[in-house]
């Protein structure tokens, strides 16, 4: 009898391996649907790209709160809106489905992490202040972007003749600047998880969106050279300097650049 049971205790170890455990499972989901009311002044385009933003938000709120309630995420004494800024350049948004009908854009999209990767991430990112003044920066462009929208949608209302087409324009620029803001962040996750193909086309989107982002330029730059094309690292980082003849990091981006190059006194 002892012999059954020992025997049938050390069939349970051996098979324990293969039985699926649902508790132990590491990666968290997140869904959220929006659905953006059209105004006057939208149009498909413009209607996604607001959506879209809107629906990040709301999920990266709520890993947010969820990663805030990790001992190990507390241990760095971040706020949930320092947590939410910095998991925008870890985390990647996945659209699940849209539709369109002329009216209302019904975005639905998720996220989905291992919370103790995304953990290790932002205590690497941490460490890089620039990256971080990065995603600051960006947060605080998006809601000034979205405030702008919701202000010019009433001005709108309002507005004939040529002070119409005006706001019209503002209101486009305005959207292609929140959308360059997403393929920013976008750019950082890629680039943070070592996706460089990924990350430059980013990049270049946020460029074509919104000419004058030089975060844009300096982190295309870095990806450029990360991945040995030092002439295209060299040139965006030029760029930069038109952009921003004061920027510490453009200097230093070229020099290193030039370095790479072989170009040493030049980098000098």
Not at 31 to 59: G, M, P, W
Not at 68 to 86: A, G, H, M, R
Not at 209 to 217: D, E, K, Q, R, V
């Amino acid at each position: 009898m002892k012999r059954i049971v020992i025997v049938f205790i050390l069939s349970l170890v051996i098979a324990w391996p293969l039985f699926p455990i649902k508790s132990f499972a590491k990666t968290k989901v997140f869904e959220r649907e929006y659905r953006y009311q059209a105004s006057e002044a939208d149009s498909k385009l413009s209607c996604r790209t607001i959506a879209l933003e809107q629906v990040k938000r709301l999920l990266m709120e709520e890993l947010g709160i969820y990663l805030e309630s990790e001992t190990k995420v507390s241990d760095f004494q971040l706020t949930t809106d320092q947590i939410t800024t910095l998991t925008a350049g870890i985390v990647r948004t996945e659209i699940l489905s849209e539709n369109w009908d002329g009216k209302v854009y019904r975005l639905s999209a998720k996220i989905e992490a291992d919370p103790n990767q995304v953990i290790e991430a932002i205590s690497i990112l941490m460490q890089d202040r620039n990256k971080n003044r990065q995603l600051e920066r960006s947060r605080a462009n998006t809601e000034q972007y979205l405030k702008e929208i919701e202000h010019l949608k009433i001005e709108l209302v309002e507005a004939k003749g040529s002070d119409l087409e005006r706001k019209q324009h503002e209101y486009v620029s305005i959207v292609k600047r929140l959308s360059a803001e997403d393929w920013f962040e976008r750019g950082i996750a890629f680039e943070e998880s070592k996706r460089y193909e990924e990350a430059i086309r980013a990049y270049t989107k946020a460029i074509e969106m919104n000419p004058i982002l030089t975060g844009a330029y300096n982190n295309r730059g870095n990806v450029w050279r990360d991945i040995g094309d030092f002439d295209r690292s060299y040139n965006d980082f030029n760029k930069m300097i038109e952009l921003d003849s004061n920027s510490i990091f453009a200097y230093i981006g070229r020099g290193s650049a030039l370095s790479d190059k072989g170009k040493y006194l030049q980098a000098v």
